[in-house]
């Protein structure tokens, strides 16, 4: 087998020299693994469902809405009740999915049965037809109120009912689209936002995303550059391409990001075109992530075995929750590789990523951060959930550590259809 | 390279030899292609806007309910209107993303670009991320709706838009889902079914589908003799696993099903398994067809640069329409492969498929009929639209040549939602 240079600095032996090249390869650990150890990771039992004795019954599923805020309410047999906030944008068009399809599938099932009900509800009435965000936003916003109802009776955070809760700080990275906007443009206000929150990393946009060209034309050429000028060696720099290029272009660039020590390149090409972005991965040092916009348990596989990204980044919402994108972290533990969720669900989103942080040892070490919502009124006792010299506490109270403010949450309205 | 019994019968050379050996080889002309010959038949322009010689700009594009049945109107600027049936049964869940995102960006657009507007729509604010059933579904729709507007400008049927209408009779087979029955009655109830449209053709369920076994156990290896015993060697069987099997188990039905002379054997693995997919192809010398669930057409390219499937079947509604399924047709008919839509739509999406097969010439030679619906009053005066001896005329009059009952469509209500 060919061993090209990436390969060779991404195998723990090389990991010195990766580290001495000066760049912050956090991949240092890849390695080949067999698609059995990755069936055997992926088949890691996730919730410790030994906690609860008694069967968690489920009765009821709501899906609320106030104003433009979106939120799921579960309630138990003996009356007890776990609340989470969806992905507003998301679930604005896609409710009647969740009330017709998803929800009725867990009513009247154990909450502790929660990792065999993700997958039941999936091939349940054919329903993997529906293999996509729509579906899997629908699953993850029930499957986190059914988490957060667990941790309620079992007095624990959600991190120790996955695993274990180590990680109480957490370091978080800003990103934004500046795209249309200049270099120039986009640095200044890269800085604001990053000196706001005193964060030591953040992600820039290359490229004018999936099927469009770059605006203004030569943008990216003056950003690499620009960005690392701007922040300093220190600074940790991330760069993010939204699937906009084909392979030759995609190398082109990466060579750049690469000469300015950007520590991953996100999307090169298009999110489904994974043989091309494998191509980029082979031919280029820097490591490559992706997956945001993944559905399939197996194409992770794919490209955790092949090696074709470095990072893989199932998002909380988008891949159907927690239980799943545990999954796929344990492949990707498997293979020495760090899981970085992306995240969605501008409300509370960046909560859901923090807590996936706070158990998983593979998380990676900076999670993006897009600041607390105004518009939800979320109480926690345990962290003030605002970024300070770039650290967010992770709260720690029962299930997701947060209340929704009860008289927000009793104005609000049941969407049932 | 390893050429194996199967890559030898479906060269241009092993053809006759295909023929020789009894079995009904419907692909004996697979044969390797590049990436480029690939794209170049995927780009290759479907809808003749040449025969437009104004702008149709769209003005209004309404999702109506009467009933159960859900259908679709559009509108252009000089009062012309196109109609199209919708799939019930998804677009009552999907609605709002046809009415949110879909239906908005069309607007105002001209219909004669609808080749690009499908290509669009799909990148327009970031809807890509929503890849898959959910949302081609409403795409097609809509898609279909303004076919038939420019059909009815045109004065042309469909097929005259979008290829040369050859096919005016179309052979039809009869599917069903007895999982969960005997063989022995299962048998029974397809017997009826094809004798009530003289059908020549038949397809039959084996396996328990994805993540089911196999109902009641040892269904399937009484069911595939008794099968070609009970029609005989004249009718034409095909075989749909529904994603039912890992590599081994579907290896050993595939050997059951060559023994029987079943012209194809569909989805014997997972749908996203395009890998295990591909190994159980490369191992049997039945066809292997598949592509119901595929949203992507990157990941069509990919099954049939790699021979993983030899008949590809994208869904109308499911992939997003007539044009891009004329593009996996031209990546098919490329390498030599059949591309066979599969239905969905209960209501008249047999239609659909039946238009289909009217223009692409490597469609296939039997089509899915469900049978005419008797809850959508539809008049067409060039077809009766029901299956006789086995055989379906093709509407000829402009766009689909039908017309929903004027009434029917004055009671029924705008879902706007």
Redesign the interface.
């Given at each position: 087998m060919k061993t090209n240079r990436r390969e060779f600095l991404k195998t723990s032996l090389g990991a010195g020299i990766g580290a001495a090249l000066g760049g912050k390869l956090v991949h240092a650990q890849t390695r080949k693994v067999s698609l059995e150890e990755l069936d055997t990771a992926a088949k890691k039992s996730v919730l410790k469902a030994e906690l609860f004795k008694d069967p968690i019954t489920i009765t009821a599923i709501d899906l609320l809405k106030n104003g433009e805020e979106w939120f799921v309410r579960v309630r138990s047999k003996d009356g007890a009740i776990g609340m989470a906030v969806s992905n507003n944008e998301r679930i604005?068009?896609?409710?009647?999915?969740l009330n017709?399809?998803v929800a009725p599938y867990f009513i009247g099932k154990d909450a502790r049965q929660l990792e065999a009900l993700v997958?039941g509800v999936?091939?349940y009435d054919?329903n993997?037809?529906?293999?996509?965000?729509?579906?899997w936003v629908c699953v993850a916003s029930v499957e986190f109120a059914i988490l957060d109802l667990l941790g309620q009776i079992a007095g624990k955070p959600v991190g120790d009912l996955l695993g274990s809760f180590t990680r109480k700080e957490v370091k978080v990275y800003r990103a934004n689209n500046d795209r249309g906007l200049s270099a120039e443009e986009s640095v200044r206000r890269t800085k604001k936002r990053v000196e706001e929150i005193g964060a030591k990393a953040l992600k820039f946009k290359v490229g004018g995303?999936?099927?469009?060209t770059d605006s203004p034309p030569d943008r990216t050429e003056k950003l690499i550059p620009l960005m690392r000028k701007t922040f300093g060696d220190d600074m940790v720099l991330m760069a993010d391409a939204n699937?906009s290029y084909h392979v030759a272009e995609a190398v082109r660039v990466g060579r750049m990001l690469e000469e300015y020590k950007i520590i991953f390149y996100e999307e090169p090409c298009?999110?489904?075109?994974l043989?091309e972005t494998k191509q980029v991965a082979d031919t280029l040092t820097i490591p490559i992530a992706g997956g945001?916009?993944e559905?399939?348990l197996?194409?992770f596989r794919?490209m955790i075995h092949n090696n074709a990204v470095q990072i893989v980044q199932p998002d909380l919402f988008?891949f159907g929750g927690f239980i799943r994108s545990v999954r796929v972290a344990n492949m990707a533990a498997a293979a020495g590789m760090e899981c970085t969720p992306h995240i969605s669900g501008s409300s509370v989103g960046y909560l859901y990523v923090i807590h996936f942080a706070s158990f998983v040892p593979n998380a990676g070490e900076f999670m993006e951060y897009k600041g607390k919502s105004e518009k939800m009124p979320i109480h926690c006792e345990t962290s003030t959930l605002i970024c300070k010299d770039g650290i967010v506490r992770v709260p720690t109270g029962p299930g997701f550590g947060i209340a929704i403010d009860p008289d927000f949450v009793n104005q609000a309205t049941v969407v049932a259809g």
């Open positions: 604005e068009v896609f409710h009647p999915i017709k399809i997958d999936y091939v054919s993997y037809k529906l293999q996509g965000l729509p579906f995303r999936l099927g469009f699937g298009a999110f489904d075109a043989e945001e916009q559905s399939s197996w194409r794919w988008y």
